[in-house]
């Protein structure tokens, strides 16, 4: 068994219209396969859309109230925000990018023109 934490980029639909934007959610799911707590600082994370740091994102995980989680052995965290607005302007294609050192985690989201 893998004894790292699991990290996974999670996203409320890839399949979106203009009008689900603004309920639209990105979050991270942090599981624990150690057999003791583990501390987990959720500003060692960056987002990017399509290749550019989004800014929504850092304010958010930055505020201080979600940045040092500790979750207990055989546990997962699941926290999630909804930024869409702060994500997409236009129809198209979109890549989120979920980085923490050399670790990249994404995920494509595809907006129909309706």
């Given at each position: 068994?893998?004894?790292?934490?699991?990290?996974?980029?999670?996203?409320?639909?890839?399949?979106?219209?203009?009008?689900?934007?603004?309920?639209?959610?990105?979050?991270?799911?942090?599981?624990?396969?150690?057999?003791?707590?583990?501390p987990?600082?959720?500003?060692?994370?960056?987002?990017?859309?399509?290749?550019?740091?989004?800014?929504?994102?850092?304010?958010?995980?930055?505020?201080?109230?979600?940045?040092?989680?500790?979750?207990?052995?055989?546990?997962n965290?699941?926290?999630?925000?909804?930024?869409?607005?702060?994500?997409?302007?236009?129809?198209?294609?979109?890549?989120?990018?979920?980085?923490?050192?050399?670790?990249?985690?994404?995920?494509?989201?595809?907006?129909?023109?309706?």
């Amino acid at each position: 068994m893998n004894k790292n934490p699991v990290i996974e980029l999670l996203v409320s639909s890839n399949h979106l219209k203009p009008e689900d934007i603004p309920k639209f959610e990105v979050g991270v799911k942090i599981t624990n396969n150690r057999s003791h707590s583990i501390p987990f600082d959720l500003s060692e994370f960056e987002l990017y859309v399509n290749s550019e740091r989004n800014m929504a994102w850092d304010l958010i995980v930055n505020n201080g109230t979600l940045m040092n989680i500790k979750i207990s052995p055989g546990m997962n965290e699941t926290i999630s925000w909804p930024i869409g607005e702060a994500m997409f302007q236009f129809p198209g294609i979109y890549e989120l990018k979920l980085v923490r050192g050399n670790a990249v985690l994404k995920q494509m989201v595809y907006i129909t023109e309706d």
